[in-house]
C-alpha cells in the first residue's frame, strides 16, 4: 500500500510539473544603433523577449501570431566586431538574425529555418504558417522568390528572380498575401507582378499570371 501510495504521488508531481504554465512576455522598446550598407547606422527599435522572467533573446518588429498559443518573431543580436589587434576591448555591433518561434505553453523558442534567408535583406511576410521573401544566394548575385512553410526544410517555391552584383532590398520588397484562393503576389524592382497559389499544406505552388 506504501509503495502505490509513493507512486501516485510521484505520478502526482510528474503531472504536476508538465502543465506548470510558463510566462511569455516582451519587454520595453528601446532604441539601437544597427551598421548598415557603407557602414552607415541605422536606427532601429528592439525589446527583451522574456520567459518565465528571465531575458531569452532580443527580438525587432511586431510577432506574427502563427496559433492561439505560439508565434514567430525576428530576432537581434549583439556580435563582437573587435579586431584581433585591439586585444581586451570588445566593440558589440547589433545585428539582424533570423526567425524566432516561440510557444506560450512550453515556454520553448527555438530558430525558424528559412532556406536563402538574408536578414539584412530578406523581406518577410507571414500568413498563417507560410513564410513569402526574397532569398539571396551565397555569393549575393542571384534572388529567389521563396516561400516556405513552419515545420518544412525545403521551401515550397524557390524561383530565380534577378542576377545582380550588388543586391538591395528595394529590388524584391515584401511580397503580399492574398486569401480566397490562398496566393502570394511578387513585385520585384516595381515590375510586373506574378503570383503563385498554394494548394494545399504539401508541396503544390501554382503559377499564375499576375494582373497589371
Not at 518565465?52 to 532580443?58: A, H, I, L, P
Request: with cysteine; hydrophobic share 35%; net charge positive.
Amino acid at each position: 500500500m506504501r509503495k502505490f501510495v509513493i507512486c501516485v504521488l510521484l505520478v502526482s508531481g510528474i503531472c504536476c510539473a508538465a502543465s506548470k504554465p510558463h510566462s511569455v512576455t516582451f519587454g520595453k522598446w528601446t532604441q539601437i544603433e544597427l551598421i548598415g550598407e557603407g557602414g552607415q547606422p541605422v536606427e532601429l527599435k528592439i525589446r527583451a523577449l522574456i520567459v518565465d522572467g528571465r531575458t531569452k533573446e532580443f527580438v525587432a518588429g511586431p510577432p506574427h501570431e502563427v496559433t492561439e498559443r505560439t508565434f514567430v518573431v525576428q530576432r537581434v543580436f549583439r556580435l563582437n566586431g573587435s579586431l584581433p589587434q585591439e586585444p581586451g576591448k570588445i566593440w558589440w555591433q547589433w545585428q539582424r538574425g533570423g526567425w524566432l518561434f516561440t510557444d506560450r505553453l512550453s515556454g520553448k523558442v527555438q530558430p525558424v529555418s528559412l532556406s536563402d534567408f538574408d536578414p539584412e535583406v530578406s523581406s518577410v511576410n507571414w500568413f498563417r504558417d507560410y513564410a513569402a521573401y526574397c532569398g539571396i544566394s551565397d555569393d549575393g548575385k542571384k534572388t529567389f522568390a521563396m516561400v516556405s512553410q513552419l515545420g518544412r526544410r525545403k521551401p515550397l517555391l524557390k524561383r530565380m528572380l534577378v542576377t545582380s552584383p550588388e543586391m538591395k532590398s528595394e529590388i524584391c520588397p515584401a511580397p503580399a498575401w492574398e486569401r480566397g484562393p490562398v496566393r502570394v503576389v511578387f513585385q520585384p524592382g516595381g515590375g510586373e507582378k506574378f503570383s503563385y497559389e498554394v494548394r494545399s499544406r504539401t508541396v503544390d505552388v501554382v503559377e499564375e499570371e499576375g494582373e497589371e
